[in-house]
């Protein structure tokens, strides 16, 4: 058999192929691997290349904004939350500088490189720095302007009144250097406003009546003597100090109750130790004996109870005259209400309306008289005398020796009237007005035998609708006691019984001194003679004021007596002077005044055992007595300024260089 050999011939030709194939293959797979770490490589270079590029961009971004944020909080921490109208508010052009260098600094600023996260780790860690003056290309804050002007501009510039807005611009250019890494920098650039708006609100003033509080002094020095001690209601303030003491060896917080608020002008009041006159004068509630002597009373505190004491507030301004009262005589108005400081004395031809109960017309000769004003038509027994519809009051020329408030309740008709009498003494003549509150008639008799007759109408106080009654007693002159005599002159009340009726409003202004010889009290009392000082329901309509431009009120019972009540809101008040309530001549054990207390000046008590102040609550509600001294109280001495949200406008923006 024949073998055939050319199947093992033919491939012999073929050997070594696969090994030729696996190596070009394995030639390829280099080539494609190394491709493929090639690019993979390019593509990493490329993404940290741009993750870097990016990191410096965002961080020269975040520089940006934190710059114009740390901007605009410095100018918002520079607006003061008050401010002085007389001295403006600060010169908004001296601050822009010195923003400008706290935000450059490079140790409490962003003068040097700060992270963009803080402590916090990022996928694109960065940094920034703002350039500062020195830099090429230094960033920049200056004051645009600013509405109104030149008030919020220039420092010492008075704010003008009505202003409720004020506005502050400011431009920027701010340059933020950004980096990621160690050579990898971006810088960003943005030119923009910062705009404030302050919300103005002017420090408001009230017109208030001097009866709303229960104590007022303009005068009382610091250290000068303490304050008799007791319980005292209603508002209490000084346009000084306060001063309270204490002897004892162990202190007492009861010997002062202050019930109500206690105001002062000062920033501090004084703590007296009565031995040894040692005073501290402190911002507190209370204080404690520390001198280093040998007393006994080492450590004692004083202590007063208060409802409250506030320090550093706005005093209250004091009337320079009685003009207001005097003219409300005439015209039921008086001619400058609510600004008695602003008012002047009523011309002679105004006073002309005035006549006494004889019928005798005023003249700017008279030295005596009690007057009213009132008409006369006719003449002998056809005569007929009508009470003028705008009558106020009453005018005294000249000092008055007694002035007797009292009531009666007459039967006329079979009806029962409520009538207010007042009594005036002038010499041997005595001249009484009878108002008929029921009747609603005025009648003027003297003790000689002249009369008006009853006249329609009664004196009222025109600032008000419907006119209540109300009759204000002016005296140019003193209420003088005869203090040889036992009868009570001065001013006083019956010896017996109520001074002022229900329904009755009086107020008796003096241009000198006021004697009180004897009680004057309501009819019905409008608090409960107790330490609450509780108010009657419902209230009162009767209310008795005593004010004085020209002296004391002098506190002057003709014998010594156990109590004696005053239900009145006084005052002894004149810009710049020295008056006050004083009680002489003889003892009164206790002393009690119902109503309100108003003197230029704290004056000695020592004829009296115990004086006791019940505020009459009415007078904290805007009550007050017929004509009674008026003041401008004011909320605070500077007013307020509210920055409003800050307004940020960014004008352009850009991305001025960025390296590797």
């Not at 943005?190 to 709303?212: D, K, L, M």
């Not at 007393?295 to 409802?307: D, E, L, M, Q, Y």
């Amino acid at each position: 058999m024949k073998i055939n050999h050319h199947f093992s011939q033919n491939h012999k030709h073929s050997r070594g192929v696969a090994l030729i194939m696996c190596l070009l293959l394995l030639m390829m797979f280099t080539v494609m691997t190394l491709s493929m770490v090639i690019a993979t490589t390019s593509d990493t270079l490329i993404d940290g290349y741009y993750r870097n590029a990016r990191g410096a961009f965002y961080g020269a971004d975040s520089g940006i904004n934190a710059a114009v944020q740390y901007l605009a909080n410095q100018i918002y921490a520079s607006v003061p939350s008050t401010y002085t109208p007389t001295s403006g508010m600060p010169s908004a052009p001296l601050t822009a500088s010195t923003f400008l260098t706290a935000l450059t600094n490079t140790s409490t600023g962003f003068g040097s490189y700060q992270s963009a996260l803080g402590t916090q780790t990022a996928s694109w860690p960065a940094s920034f720095f703002i350039s500062s003056s020195s830099a090429t290309n230094p960033s920049s804050l200056t004051f645009q302007g600013c509405t109104p002007t030149p008030a919020c501009s220039t420092a010492g510039t008075a704010i003008p009144t009505g202003t409720t807005l004020l506005t502050y611009t400011y431009l920027y250019h701010l340059v933020s250097n950004g980096q990621s890494r160690t050579t990898e920098t971006s810088v960003a650039e943005e030119w923009g406003q910062i705009v404030y708006t302050v919300q103005v609100n002017p420090s408001t003033s009230t017109t208030t009546s001097f009866a709303s509080y229960g104590t007022l002094f303009d005068q009382y020095a610091v250290c000068s003597s303490p304050f008799v001690p007791g319980t005292m209601s209603g508002t209490m303030f000084s346009n000084q100090s306060w001063n309270f003491g204490d002897s004892s060896a162990t202190g007492s917080s009861s010997k002062y109750i202050f019930t109500g608020p206690m105001g002062v002008a000062n920033s501090t009041v004084g703590y007296m130790y009565g031995e040894d006159n040692v005073c501290d004068q402190d911002g507190a509630t209370s204080t404690n004996d520390g001198e280093s002597d040998t007393n006994s009373r080492i450590g004692v505190t004083i202590k007063p109870s208060f409802a409250a004491l506030n320090f550093s507030q706005p005093a209250v301004p004091m009337p320079t005259n009685s003009y207001n009262q005097e003219t409300a005589v005439l015209d039921g108005l008086g001619d400058c209400p609510p600004a008695p400081a602003a008012c002047s004395a009523p011309s002679n031809a105004a006073m002309g309306v005035l006549m006494t109960a004889a019928g005798t017309a005023w003249t700017s000769t008279a030295t005596t008289g009690v007057f009213m004003p009132y008409t006369v038509t006719g003449s002998g027994s056809s005569a007929v005398k009508k009470l003028n519809s705008n009558a106020g009051g009453i005018y005294v020329q000249g000092s008055a020796a007694q002035i007797m408030l009292s009531t009666a309740t007459p039967t006329i008709s079979g009806t029962t009237h409520t009538e207010q009498i007042i009594q005036i003494l002038q010499g041997t003549l005595t001249t009484t007005i009878t108002l008929d509150l029921t009747g609603q008639t005025t009648t003027i008799a003297n003790s000689s035998g002249s009369t008006t007759g009853a006249m329609a109408g009664l004196p009222t106080n025109l600032n008000y609708t419907p006119a209540p009654e109300a009759c204000l007693i002016y005296v140019n002159g003193n209420i003088s006691s005869n203090t040889s005599s036992s009868t009570p002159t001065g001013l006083t009340g019956p010896t017996s019984g109520p001074a002022i009726a229900n329904g009755s409003g009086i107020t008796v202004v003096s241009t000198g001194t006021i004697d009180v010889t004897g009680s004057l009290t309501y009819t019905t009392e409008p608090v409960a003679l107790t330490t609450a000082d509780t108010p009657v329901s419902p209230a009162p309509t009767n209310v008795l004021g005593i004010f004085t431009t020209g002296g004391n009120v002098e506190v002057k019972p003709p014998t010594n007596v156990s109590t004696l009540e005053i239900d009145a809101a006084m005052a002894e008040i004149l810009s710049g002077s020295n008056y006050g309530m004083d009680v002489e001549w003889n003892q009164v054990t206790t002393l009690n005044i119902v109503g309100a207390r108003v003197q230029n000046k704290a004056l000695s008590g020592a004829s009296v055992n115990t004086r006791n102040i019940y505020f009459d609550q009415r007078f904290a509600n805007g009550f007050a007595p017929p004509w009674f001294p008026t003041t401008t109280v004011t909320t605070t001495t500077t007013n307020t300024a509210v920055p409003q949200t800050p307004t940020i406008n960014r004008l352009s923006w850009a991305n001025t260089s960025a390296t590797q």
